[in-house]
């Protein structure tokens, strides 16, 4: 039992202060005891002040207060402060209570020892996994509870390069070692080499039949503003079409009569010659996604499996389409299931959103902002989790991202970040945002419900995930030039 400093100041049940006797770091535990019992308390900052060279206001002083402070030790203060995370039985019952009283005035500082960590964040039980290790004791294993992810939603919300897909590509590695369903809608092709087991690498496919004319136009590249177009379209694609067994024949044909018809308009004739010849130009890029035989998309996802949808080579519009319709299929399937109907999936799904900015963008609505708001809202009565990734937290719909129940946070540097997250997670408080920029790769803040307590963590590094890397262009440039000394031609250049 080490005395590592004494509470000072204005104590309140929730924080303390405490001068400390060495260095303590932002992300230490540490406790003390209170009249409640022995409470659990998380450094939130560490301030270093000498009172001699804090009132200096030019170089000579400087250099003496420096040799005054040297022989004098009082003169250096460590001044921490510290948030209570809940009494330390009660912790290791597995529950969060806080003190009602704080220490009194004087009461002894001790670092949290190892051992009483390491029995507060390492649980084996079977809805516990491995993330990582304590920022501050690299000895002690941080576990999360997956059933709280599977069931009140989580938000990773990290600024770029902070290791957000590789906590992500974590996560669905423990969720693959449960035999868990997991949805990757996958924005950049960041996942197609993630080699996990159990992966599932899906393309997205769409049956037209199930879109109205806006989505299809959407779908086709059909500009939003070019109404004339979406206005011909909307008149031609009618129930005859979508319930015809040739389904782009009949579309094509119907547009042919136009394009053809002597007695229609000049502009009607040109506009239906050009809808044909985007159809045509749609279906050579993206047919594939095109299914007109498709019952649902839900097919192509498999139960128990870490299924990566690919949308990168769709547009933000096209993507945001196929994702309501992902979704929805979802949403009620699970219904289904709980409700003892036929469904697909018999357990609980989780679907992680990559760039789930946009998708749920905050000031607008989106073609499957609705789905994502329902299942953020009502998806825990039915088994759909969201795991939502993203480097703008204020750019999301504020209103989803408050019925997330756990976060994992890390490296934000804009202010509106910073007091977004801390307006919707009440763990994050104004001390420890401040700490957020200074955080390295893959240091976290993880808080919520998956977690025991809130705390700093050093989450592990994915090996089976190799995308996310800068690119290390001064090496690529050198092989280019290299090949090209060869006398390779561009074409094979291309291949390589
Ligand atoms: N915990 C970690 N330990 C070590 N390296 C890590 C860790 N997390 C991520 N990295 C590395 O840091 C780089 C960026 O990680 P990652 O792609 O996960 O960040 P990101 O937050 O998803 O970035 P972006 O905003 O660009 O999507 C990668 O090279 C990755 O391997
Ligand atoms: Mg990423």
Redesign the pocket.
């Known amino acids: 039992m080490v005395e590592i400093g004494i509470v000072v100041g204005e104590a309140r049940p929730e924080r303390i202060q405490f001068l400390a006797k060495d260095v303590v770091r932002v992300g230490e535990f540490v406790r003390a005891d209170t009249v409640d019992g022995r409470v659990l308390y998380l450094v939130e900052s560490s301030k270093l002040e000498s009172k001699l060279l804090s009132k200096v206001g030019d170089y000579i002083t400087a250099i003496e207060a420096r040799e005054a402070s040297k022989v004098n030790p009082r003169d250096t203060v460590r001044h921490c402060t510290a948030r209570a995370v809940g009494l330390i039985e009660e912790i290791l019952n597995g529950r969060r209570v806080y003190p009602t009283l704080p220490p009194d005035p004087g009461t002894p500082v001790f670092l949290a020892e190892d051992e009483l960590l390491k029995r507060i964040f390492h649980n084996s039980s079977k809805e516990w996994v491995a993330v990582g290790k304590l920022l501050r004791r690299e000895n002690v294993t941080v576990s999360v509870n997956l059933n709280k992810v599977a069931s009140r939603h989580l938000a990773i919300l990290?600024a770029?390069?902070?290791?957000?897909?590789?906590l992500l590509a974590l996560i669905a590695k423990r969720i693959a070692e449960k035999n868990g369903t997991m949805i990757i809608l996958d924005y950049h092709a960041?996942y197609h080499e993630l080699k996990i087991e159990k992966v599932k690498f899906v393309p997205p496919r769409i049956n037209p039949r199930y879109l109205d004319s806006e989505e299809l136009a959407d779908m086709l590249d059909i500009r939003s503003d070019a109404t004339k177009q979406r206005d011909l379209l909307r008149k031609v694609y009618g129930k005859d079409v979508v319930k015809s067994p040739d389904l782009w024949g009949t579309l094509k044909r119907k547009l042919e009569s136009y394009a053809n018809n002597e007695d229609e308009e000049f502009q009607t004739r040109a506009t239906a010659s050009r809808l044909l010849e985007i159809i045509d130009r749609g279906l050579a890029i993206k047919g594939k996604i095109f299914d007109t035989e498709a019952e649902s998309p839900l097919n192509l996802i498999e139960p128990n499996k870490i299924n990566v949808l690919d949308l990168s080579e769709l547009t933000e519009t096209q993507a945001q389409i196929i994702v309501a319709h992902y979704l929805t299929e979802i949403l009620n399937d699970r219904k289904n299931a709980i409700f003892k109907r036929s469904s697909r999936f018999k357990s609980p799904v989780i679907i992680a959103v990559e760039e789930a900015h946009t998708f749920i963008p905050q000031d607008r609505s989106s073609r499957c902002s609705d789905v994502l708001a329902r299942i953020a809202r009502e998806g825990r009565k039915f088994g759909v989790s969201l795991i939502l990734v993203s480097?703008r937290p204020c750019k999301l719909n504020a209103d989803v991202v408050s019925q997330m129940g756990s976060f994992a946070i890390s490296g934000l540097t804009h202010p509106k970040d910073q007091s977004f997250v801390m307006d919707v997670t009440d763990e994050v408080s104004t001390e420890l945002g401040a700490t957020l920029p200074s955080l390295n790769?893959?240091e976290m803040i993880l808080a919520g419900q998956w977690v025991t307590v809130p705390a700093l963590v050093?989450?592990?590094?994915v090996e089976e995930k190799h995308m996310?890397?800068d690119l290390d262009a001064i090496e690529l440039w050198a092989e280019e030039a290299n090949v090209r000394r060869k006398g390779i031609s561009t074409e094979e250049l291309i291949r390589l």
């Open positions: 990290a770029t390069g902070k290791g957000k897909s590789n960041e480097q790769t893959g050093k989450v592990d590094h996310g890397k």
